[in-house]
């Protein structure tokens, strides 16, 4: 079975799928010899996975900055309908503004992925771990860069077949990095060994909401640093008029929820923006990892149909 749907990247996939919380009480879902002796994950986890009979390529997402992972719902559902198992760890709850517990955690959670995760799968679904995604969302994605590049001490072994930014962050300003910082503005110094690179910018990102709030993905520290520092392949892709957090789901609850729509810039609704961004990643995905570039070319040659918003801006590294 293909692991990836052929319809429209913007719109839900072919695969049915589920949505399952794992922490710490869950139980495997399927009974094998090593089951009893499956540990939970190091993180809850929040996954969206196809319940078909199927090997599927497995995206691992970290949130944004005090973001829950079930903001993002139904974006991994989105990504997950085109045959993708789609893994989002709830890294904290309170962090300051050091993000080493952060790359410390995502490494323990690809290690514990290798043996833990297919026993919580629904039955005869099978996470391809030789096809793994590393991504994240604003401080989550300057986390993914910084587990990739393996230079503050924590990584592992599992290989990252490619690399997502999504509108990544880096501090607050140039020279106000978060500790460690990962850029370094010399240009294309991210030396990954030719890991494929996506990374997604809001062109509403680098403008402040009012004078009360800073812009949530500020000018010197956001997605265009971070794709200058890219090494090809590489892909930069700017939605115009949608802000920083218009990927996440349209009822984010909670005062973290409701503060969502209050401290960025954002655009008339979530829905396409969240449309965009999981149909760049699965139509990335789909030239990566199966080799079937067809709707990645379509959108970079402006003539897929389907786009839900205006690309302000594309660059490609090959």
Same mark, same amino acid.
């Given at each position: 079975?293909?692991?990836?749907?052929?319809?429209?990247?913007?719109?839900?996939?072919?695969?049915?799928?589920? /949505?399952?919380?794992?922490? #710490? @009480?869950?139980?495997?879902?399927? $009974?094998? &010899?090593?089951?009893?002796?499956?540990?939970? +994950?190091?993180?809850?986890?929040?996954?969206?996975?196809?319940?078909?009979?199927?090997?599927?390529?497995?995206?691992?997402?970290?949130?944004?900055?005090?973001?829950?992972?079930?903001?993002?719902?139904? /974006?991994?559902?989105?990504? #997950? @309908?085109?045959?993708?198992?789609? $893994?989002? &760890?709830?890294?904290?709850?309170?962090?300051? +503004?050091?993000?080493?517990?952060?790359?410390?955690?995502?490494?323990?959670?690809?290690?514990?992925?290798?043996?833990?995760?297919?026993?919580?799968?629904?039955?005869?679904?099978?996470?391809?771990?030789?096809?793994?995604?590393?991504?994240?969302?604003?401080?989550?994605?300057?986390?993914?860069?910084?587990?990739?590049?393996?230079?503050?001490?924590?990584?592992?072994?599992?290989?990252?077949?490619?690399?997502?930014?999504?509108?990544?962050?880096?501090?607050?300003?140039?020279?106000?990095?978060?500790?460690?910082?990962?850029?370094?503005?010399?240009?294309?110094?991210?030396?990954?060994?030719?890991?494929?690179?996506?990374?997604?910018?809001?062109?509403?990102?680098?403008?402040?909401?009012?004078?009360?709030?800073?812009?949530?993905?500020?000018?010197?520290?956001?997605?265009?640093?971070?794709?200058?520092?890219?090494?090809?392949?590489?892909?930069?892709?700017?939605?115009?008029?949608?802000?920083?957090?218009?990927?996440?789901?349209?009822?984010?609850?909670?005062?973290?929820?409701?503060?969502?729509?209050?401290?960025?810039?954002?655009?008339?609704?979530?829905?396409?923006?969240?449309?965009?961004?999981?149909?760049?990643?699965?139509?990335?995905?789909?030239?990566?990892?199966?080799?079937?570039?067809?709707?990645?070319?379509?959108?970079?040659?402006?003539?897929?149909?389907?786009?839900?918003?205006?690309?302000?801006?594309?660059?490609?590294?090959?």
């Amino acid at each position: 079975m293909s692991s990836s749907s052929s319809r429209n990247a913007f719109e839900d996939g072919k695969y049915k799928t589920n /949505l399952l919380t794992l922490d #710490s @009480s869950s139980r495997c879902c399927k $009974i094998t &010899p090593s089951s009893r002796a499956s540990p939970s +994950p190091p993180k809850q986890l929040l996954v969206a996975t196809p319940v078909e009979e199927g090997e599927y390529p497995v995206v691992m997402l970290l949130h944004g900055y005090l973001l829950y992972n079930s903001f993002y719902s139904q /974006l991994m559902l989105h990504v #997950s @309908s085109h045959g993708f198992i789609f $893994i989002a &760890p709830q890294l904290y709850s309170i962090a300051g +503004p050091d993000t080493m517990d952060e790359i410390k955690s995502t490494a323990e959670i690809m290690d514990w992925l290798s043996d833990g995760l297919n026993h919580f799968l629904p039955p005869r679904v099978t996470p391809n771990l030789s096809k793994f995604v590393l991504s994240g969302h604003s401080r989550g994605g300057k986390t993914a860069f910084a587990v990739a590049l393996k230079k503050f001490g924590y990584s592992s072994d599992l290989k990252i077949s490619t690399l997502i930014g999504i509108d990544p962050v880096d501090g607050t300003g140039k020279g106000k990095q978060t500790p460690p910082p990962v850029l370094t503005y010399e240009p294309n110094s991210f030396d990954l060994d030719k890991i494929p690179m996506l990374v997604i910018g809001s062109g509403l990102g680098e403008t402040a909401r009012n004078p009360l709030f800073p812009p949530c993905a500020p000018p010197g520290v956001n997605h265009r640093e971070f794709f200058r520092e890219c090494q090809g392949p590489a892909w930069h892709f700017v939605a115009k008029d949608y802000g920083h957090l218009d990927m996440l789901d349209d009822d984010t609850r909670g005062i973290r929820g409701k503060s969502s729509y209050c401290l960025c810039k954002n655009g008339e609704e979530r829905r396409p923006m969240r449309r965009f961004v999981g149909g760049i990643v699965v139509s990335f995905l789909k030239a990566y990892l199966e080799g079937d570039d067809r709707e990645l070319v379509k959108i970079k040659d402006g003539c897929h149909e389907g786009v839900p918003v205006e690309i302000q801006e594309f660059e490609v590294i090959m």
